[in-house]
């Protein structure tokens, strides 16, 4: 990507310097010259054509702009990796760049810039400068009034929000931008749109409205579609979040027949397997949730790093560790979830990780420690506000306070638990509202 510049380029190129310093320093800039501009709005398409090698070698799901096939002088990335190397190497230039294009009006191609890195953004799950460039490239799409790359932006946002475990802000931004798509008559976009609302939807524990979101995915999908195989997949950890771990195994293994059938990317499988894990565990089939974990394990030693999916690995061991009565074993496997979170600035699942911790520490006797780490988990799942896991969480911690002695306490948590599943009605509420009215 290297290019020979005339003296006057160079000084204009030395200007922009001294203004991306100027702004990531915090101090005031003066007004941005036209030469330093263009040589500023140059940059930022170089970094669009850099994202655009990216997107070339990751599994972004979303339809294609104009000038997505645009990859002059860009770098040549053999793999995920490549990308994921040249990104950290240039991160703090590309979002110093891309605040003083936006600063300057500049940023005509922050929009792909931000698109095209997404999944790299994911992997480092950097969710704070994530959201933030999300924002810039949002900001770009409206004032330069294109609405195709405002929907990207929001499918960025809302990957962020999502990430963040915010789902709830998560599905605002699908759902606007699954309505500008369909404003375009952008049936592709569409379908990624609602394929990712669904699963923010899911993760608000919004099930019917994730359901009839999968419905409309499924409707729109052509025969051997990847996102039709996910939209199996998502309505299988929608039947597990309701209790219905058959009909979960179901909808699990034609999602991964679908995914086999089309020759999809790793991370899909990866999945796949995951949400048949935690199905067979919780029907008490732990030879097939074997079964799956070990290709989960697989498919992660033959792929490039990806956190999330690794810390739900570790979930979903400990879960079928604890299941099979190997306690020990299991509070290794949560611990590593908790361990995992030191490597990114962002903590994700860290409550599900805190409270396996807890009930590994309680299926081995020591209550205190049980509590300890239900009670942090409490604390994440107050501020995220969703009242079923909320509840679950309220009622470790109170059976971690009996048998600690704090019985008071514990009478308070169960009362509060069961405020809390008030109008939840699907079988998981109501057997974890049966737990708690059998231990009141």
């Known amino acids: 990507m290297s290019t020979t510049l005339t003296p006057e380029q160079a000084d204009a190129a030395a200007e922009v310097l001294v203004h991306l310093n100027a702004v990531g320093n915090g101090s005031p800039t003066a007004t941005m010259s036209d030469r330093a501009r263009q040589v500023l709005e140059a940059q930022i398409r170089r970094y669009g054509r850099a994202a655009n090698a990216a997107r070339c070698v990751s599994q972004i799901l979303l339809p294609l702009l104009p000038g997505d096939d645009d990859l002059d002088g860009a770098p ?6 490549d990308a994921h190397a040249w990104y950290l190497d240039n991160a703090d230039g590309i979002h110093r760049a891309l605040i003083r294009a936006s600063l300057a009006d500049a940023d005509e191609h922050s929009s792909r810039v931000v698109r095209g890195l997404e999944q790299v953004m994911t992997s480092v799950h950097d969710i704070g400068r994530r959201l933030e460039l999300a924002e810039l490239a949002l900001t770009s799409a409206r004032g330069w009034d294109d609405e195709h790359a405002e929907a990207h932006a929001l499918m960025n946002r809302g990957g962020g929000h999502k990430m963040g475990e915010q789902p709830v802000k998560a599905v605002a931004d699908y759902k606007q931008a699954a309505h500008l798509f369909a404003k375009l008559n952008d049936t ?14 899911a993760a608000a524990r919004q099930l019917d409205d994730a359901d009839e979101t999968l419905d409309q995915v499924l409707a729109l999908c052509g025969h051997g579609d990847v996102l039709a ?8 950890w929608v039947s597990i979040e309701r209790g219905q771990f058959d009909e979960a195994i179901d909808q699990g293994l034609i999602g991964l027949e679908g995914l086999q059938a089309c020759d999809a990317a790793q991370p899909w499988f990866t999945d796949a397997h995951l949400e048949l894990t935690e199905a067979y565990t919780a029907a008490g089939e732990f030879e097939r949730a074997d079964h799956h974990l070990s290709a989960v394990t697989a498919l992660l030693t033959n792929g490039s790093e990806n956190v999330p999916q690794r810390i739900a690995t570790a979930l979903s061991s400990g879960e079928l560790l604890l299941a099979k009565g190997h306690h020990r074993d299991a509070l290794a496997a949560f611990q590593r979830a908790v361990a995992l979170q030191s490597a ?9 990780a805190l409270d396996g911790v807890g009930k590994a520490w309680f299926a081995l006797g020591d209550f205190e420690q049980a509590a300890q780490h239900h009670a942090s988990a409490l604390s994440v799942r ?8 909320t509840a679950r969480t309220r009622h470790h911690l109170a059976m971690a306070n009996a048998e600690a002695g704090q019985v008071d306490e514990a009478v308070r948590l169960r009362e509060l638990a069961l405020l809390e599943l008030a109008g939840i009605v699907d079988p998981a509420a109501d057997t974890l509202r049966a737990e708690l009215n059998r231990a009141v």
Do not use: K, W
Request: charged content about 15%; glycine content about 4%.
């Open 188 to 201: 592709v976009g569409m379908i990624a749109a609602l394929s990712r609302l669904a699963v923010a939807q």
């Open 229 to 236: 195989a996910l939209a199996y997949v998502n309505r299988a």
């Open 76 to 81: 040549a990335f053999a793999d995920f990796a």
């Open 382 to 389: 107050i501020r995220t506000g969703e009242p079923f896991a």
């Open 344 to 352: 990114s600035p962002h903590p994700y699942r860290i409550a599900n």
